[in-house]
């Protein structure tokens, strides 16, 4: 807001230093991605990994949220409000719709680690992937909101997975998720295949 309380117009500049910050955290996730387990789990994802941050870079389409999980969406009745746009840039729909299917895909995953089962919440979760990339209606774009859900995912568990703080092992912790993440980065979508094709990908790649 400006002085006087009105909402200012936000500034091409600002975005492009978040820009900017979003490419030094990528480079960051890279570094300590190739320093993991002597780099061997880097040389299955090497290629794809730099082909995502490089679309990332070089494409500045539209306005994107850069952090749009579940706990930035306020829901009042059947009105939805969006907040916290500190991670706001230029770049991809497909980058933001990949930031929510990561964070689903995760908390799936983290279910499964920790009690084993699959119940309602896990069955809830694959519907809200599944609406999800049913927005989704070019299979080019279908392929880059799962490898971009891959790329995110990693950028997550190396740096800003809160639980990393409580664990003793966190080799093992990335051990159970990484091939997760690796997997996504590295969907091959090219072909004509349809959601219900990814959600099955999903769901083999964690259960």
């Not at 980058?95 to 689903?104: H, K």
């Not at 694959?126 to 995110?152: C, H, M, P, Q, W």
């Not at 990335?174 to 349809?194: M, Q, V």
């Amino acid at each position: 807001k400006d002085v006087e309380g009105v909402l200012a117009e936000p500034q091409i500049t600002s975005f492009a230093k978040i820009k900017c910050k979003w490419i030094d955290i990528f480079n960051k996730t890279r570094t300590l991605f190739q320093g993991f387990d002597a780099g061997s789990c880097w040389s299955l994802c090497e290629k794809e990994f730099n082909e995502m941050f490089n679309d990332f870079v070089v494409r500045n389409e539209q306005l994107v949220h850069g952090d749009l999980v579940s706990g930035n969406m306020l829901i009042w009745h059947n009105d939805l409000k969006i907040i916290d746009f500190e991670f706001s840039t230029f770049g991809p729909i497909e980058f933001d719709l990949g930031r929510l299917v990561a964070a689903i895909v995760i908390a799936i995953a983290e279910m499964k680690r920790n009690c084993g089962m699959y119940d309602m919440r896990c069955i809830r979760m694959f519907d809200n992937i599944e609406s999800l990339l049913n927005t989704v209606s070019e299979v080019s774009s279908l392929n880059k909101v799962v490898r971009y859900a891959g790329l995110l995912m990693c950028k997550i568990l190396f740096l800003h997975h809160n639980t990393f703080t409580e664990i003793k092992n966190k080799g093992e912790y990335l051990n159970y998720f990484l091939p997760i993440a690796i997997k996504c980065l590295i969907f091959d979508g090219s072909f004509e295949c349809a959601v219900s094709d990814c959600i099955a990908f999903f769901k083999k790649r964690i259960w």
